[in-house]
Structures are given as structure tokens and as C-alpha cells.
């Protein structure tokens, strides 16, 4: 029987989600932990592809890539970058909340996005405001904050799939931003490949 070499096999957003939910339920690995390797991972790349910056502006939105962004933001503090942390919201849901606190443990402080807000200037750009749960158009706040990070003058990377990006279909409902790099978690998702997905990515 054949199987797909995992390297290039693309998966939905429900089989990603299906093993996540296996890494944690069957193999014991904690969603926090899971968090962490995705951060660690995406700090890597990060550092690989700009060694030269010094600053960043960290988006974090409200759910799992939220927490992926706000532990990127602790080893970029402890790596002695520059970095500011915008969050959409005041509170983070699930396992996210920890990796929030663990930001706040770190002396890390968080400015909240409100209607008036303009992102600040650095080298780089680290988008963790939607991830692969994200179907429909952003709206309101956030559809704001999304277009100020497309028109962001700096480096910008995402987290999983740029954040207005649908996973599953490659195709941008609303506002959406385009990443000079995404940095995938678990698999690859179908829409980074697909229809409009690789101009976003």
C-alpha cells in the first residue's frame, strides 16, 4: 500500500487538529509543550532568516496562536531583542493563557490593540493573531489590525498561516496579510499551497 511521505502531504485544518489532539491525548504531550516547540521552532527561523534584527512587534490574538506568539516573545525578551507585544484582547483561552502568564512571568508587558491603535516600527513583524480556526472575513478591530500589519514596512512573519488566510481553501474572505515567511506547525495545511494561499505565505 502507498503512503504519503509526510514531508509533502497536505493535510486539512480537522486532520492537524485531530493530531494535535493525539500528541496530547494519546502520547501525553501537554498543549503548553506543544506551544513551546512551535514557538522554539519559529524563533529559528526567525533568527536564520533576519540575524540582523534587533526589534519586534509580537500579535497575539486570543487562542492557540496567540500563545505560540507570546512564548515566541519570551525567547526573543531572553535572546535580549526588542520586543513589543500587541494583543487583541485581555484574556487568552485554553492553553494559550499559560503562555501568557508565562510573557507576564518573564517582566513582559502587553499593550492591547483598541480602535485608535497604530502599530509600532521594528525590524520585524510576528503574526500570531488567527490561525488555522479562522474560516470567515475578519471583522471590526481586528480586520483593522490585520491591515496594518500587510502594510507593516518591516520583515513579517506568520505564525501557522498568515493571519485572514482560510487553511483549508488557500483564499483570503477579507482582510488578510501577506508574510515574507510562514512558519507551519504539525503539517502542512492544504491553503498554503493552494489558490491564493502561496502570494500570502
Not at 90 to 98: I, K, L, V
Request: net charge negative.
Amino acid at each position: 500500500m502507498h503512503t504519503a511521505n509526510p514531508a509533502s502531504a497536505l493535510y486539512t485544518v480537522e486532520q492537524v487538529r485531530l493530531l494535535d489532539q493525539a500528541a496530547i491525548h494519546d502520547f501525553g504531550v501537554a498543549g503548553l509543550e506543544l506551544m513551546q516547540r512551535a514557538a522554539n521552532a519559529a524563533f529559528s527561523s526567525l533568527q536564520r532568516r533576519w540575524p540582523q534584527a534587533r526589534s519586534l512587534v509580537v500579535v497575539a490574538g486570543n487562542g492557540n496562536n496567540g500563545g505560540d506568539a507570546f512564548l515566541l516573545a519570551c525567547l526573543a525578551r531572553k535572546a535580549e531583542l526588542s520586543v513589543s507585544l500587541i494583543a487583541l484582547g485581555d484574556a487568552s483561552g485554553g492553553g494559550a493563557a499559560g503562555a501568557r502568564e508565562a510573557w507576564l512571568a518573564a517582566g513582559g508587558e502587553i499593550e492591547l490593540a483598541d480602535a485608535s491603535f497604530l502599530l509600532p516600527g521594528a525590524d520585524v513583524l510576528v503574526d500570531g493573531l488567527f490561525g488555522t480556526g479562522l474560516s470567515r472575513a475578519p471583522a471590526g478591530l481586528a480586520a483593522g489590525l490585520i491591515r496594518q500589519m500587510d502594510n507593516f514596512p518591516g520583515h513579517r512573519l506568520a505564525l501557522d498561516v498568515p493571519s485572514g488566510l482560510d487553511a483549508d481553501l488557500g483564499v483570503a474572505p477579507g482582510a488578510a496579510m501577506h508574510a515574507d515567511a510562514t512558519v507551519s506547525f504539525v503539517g502542512w495545511k492544504r491553503g498554503l499551497f493552494t489558490a491564493d494561499g502561496p502570494d500570502y505565505c
